[in-house]
């Protein structure tokens, strides 16, 4: 399904979900794959999976669920209202089986145009960002050591990373801030 009008930031929390994966080269040479999902209102990572192996379909739907428990709490399977999940075209975004549990779970599950990047550019931005003040400043000796760095860097810009679209807020900052005005 290909909904989406090139715009991946929201006025409210929960309407879109943007989700991209990267690589980390580490030191030794071994490689570890992650994949998050980042609420576009509040920028906060919702979810994130993490493996020194390719992620296949099976990751991202680990990661849909995972996401939908730290969001609205645990043994939530469904989005309580509409909710878009947001990714480019990789096949473990794009198997069958990844848009069906998906779509089961309530998301209305959709990607961006081939070769367009910058239609989900709240996703790109984050992976730059994230390389730039956590991956490149670390030590990467190992993939054990950068799985386990990794909950902190995560915890760190939910928690601590201004953001000049949230007024110089982190995510967390800005969602207590959303959720106290409603």
């Not at 990789?90 to 239609?119: D, I, K, M, Q």
């Not at 990373?161 to 969602?175: A, D, I, K, V, W």
Request: proline letters at 5%.
């Amino acid at each position: 399904m290909r909904t989406h009008d090139g715009k991946v930031a929201t006025a409210a929390s929960n309407m879109r979900w943007c989700s991209d994966s990267f690589e980390i080269r580490c030191w030794s040479g071994e490689r570890i794959h992650v994949a998050f999902a980042l609420d576009g209102c509040d920028r906060e990572v919702v979810g994130w999976v993490a493996k020194p192996e390719h992620l296949v379909g099976e990751d991202i739907r680990d990661l849909m669920a995972q996401s939908l428990e730290a969001r609205f709490g645990a043994g939530t399977t469904r989005v309580p209202a509409p909710l878009q999940w947001l990714s480019d075209n990789g096949p473990p975004y794009t198997a069958n089986e990844t848009r069906a549990f998906g779509r089961a779970a309530g998301f209305e599950v959709c990607t961006t145009p081939s070769y367009s990047p910058e239609s989900n550019g709240m996703a790109e931005a984050f992976v730059k960002t994230f390389k730039r003040d956590y991956v490149y400043l670390a030590e990467l000796h190992n993939a054990d050591e950068v799985l386990r760095a990794l909950t902190a860097w995560f915890d760190d810009y939910n928690e601590h990373h201004p953001h000049r679209g949230l007024g110089m807020r982190s995510p967390r900052q800005y969602r207590a801030l959303l959720l106290a005005a409603a």
